[in-house]
């Protein structure tokens, strides 16, 4: 089974303060992606990867960015946390080339930004 | 543009009855459609897809959903619920005219509640 490995399952942090949210999948998936869930607002996709150093923006990346030196590994950033940013965080991967590859999902970062 | 209604917050239904959670999709050609359950504290899991061919498809803890091309829709279904079926439920489209995998686009969520 893949498995995706999100590091922190909860996280307080302050308003201001540079946020790292780190991902890790097992199963050699060439995409790779961070979504926020909000109640009543689903998922949104904040950024896409699909190689290496490669990056795609979602619907709402403003004031996030994004790192993947590594296939695994798919880093979110938030350059200077704010209140709003307080969400539950998922990050999730995918097979490239295989018609309808489902997403496969960490078990999420419930961040809080004080 | 894509785009994903489940036009239920909340869906209530006794143990041992069946279930059914709605979906509409908009897309501009042949859709893929998914269904995800998300439980407590947990991230989403994969239960069943649609791609093509039978309309009908199966998928994991007996579920299963119908793809109705003319109303556009993609119900998920059980036949018998369980309590244990408690959870949210997302369905999901993509449209494979986009080349890029990031265009998948997730419905608002439907909180299923089963009663004992």
């Known amino acids: 089974d893949v498995k995706v490995t999100q590091s922190s399952r909860y996280l307080v942090k302050r308003t201001g303060e540079k946020v790292f949210l780190e991902c890790v999948q097992d199963?050699?998936?060439?995409?790779m992606f961070w979504y926020r869930q909000d109640p009543g607002l689903g998922l949104r996709l904040i950024y896409f990867?699909?190689?290496?150093?490669?990056?795609e923006k979602g619907d709402i990346p403003e004031g996030y960015s994004v790192s993947r030196e590594k296939k695994e590994r798919f880093s979110l950033i938030l350059e200077s946390a704010s209140t709003n940013q307080t969400s539950m965080y998922l990050c999730?991967?995918?097979?490239?080339?295989?018609?309808?590859?489902?997403?496969?999902f960490g078990n999420g970062t419930r961040l809080t930004v004080t | 543009a894509q785009s994903v209604a489940q036009p239920e917050d909340q869906v209530n239904v006794a143990e041992g009855n069946p279930l059914t959670v709605k979906c509409t999709y908009s897309?501009?050609?042949?859709?893929?459609l998914f269904w995800y359950v998300q439980y407590p504290n947990r991230g989403l899991q994969f239960l069943l897809k649609?791609?093509?061919?039978?309309?009908l498809v199966k998928g994991s803890y007996g579920f299963e959903a119908e793809f109705n091309k003319s109303q556009t829709s993609f119900h998920l279904k059980k036949p018998s619920a369980l309590v244990s079926d408690s959870a949210l439920y997302f369905c999901?489209?993509?449209?494979?005219?986009?080349?890029?995998?990031?265009?998948?686009?997730f419905g608002s969520g439907t909180r299923l509640s089963i009663r004992p």
């Open positions: 999730a991967s995918s097979l490239q080339g295989v018609r309808g590859s489902p997403l496969h």
């Open positions: 199963m050699d998936h060439e995409n």
């Open positions: 990867s699909y190689d290496v150093k490669m990056k």
């Open positions: 897309v501009s050609g042949n859709p893929y």
């Open positions: 649609y791609i093509t061919g039978d309309n």
């Open positions: 999901a489209v993509r449209d494979p005219g986009y080349s890029s995998a990031s265009k998948i686009i």
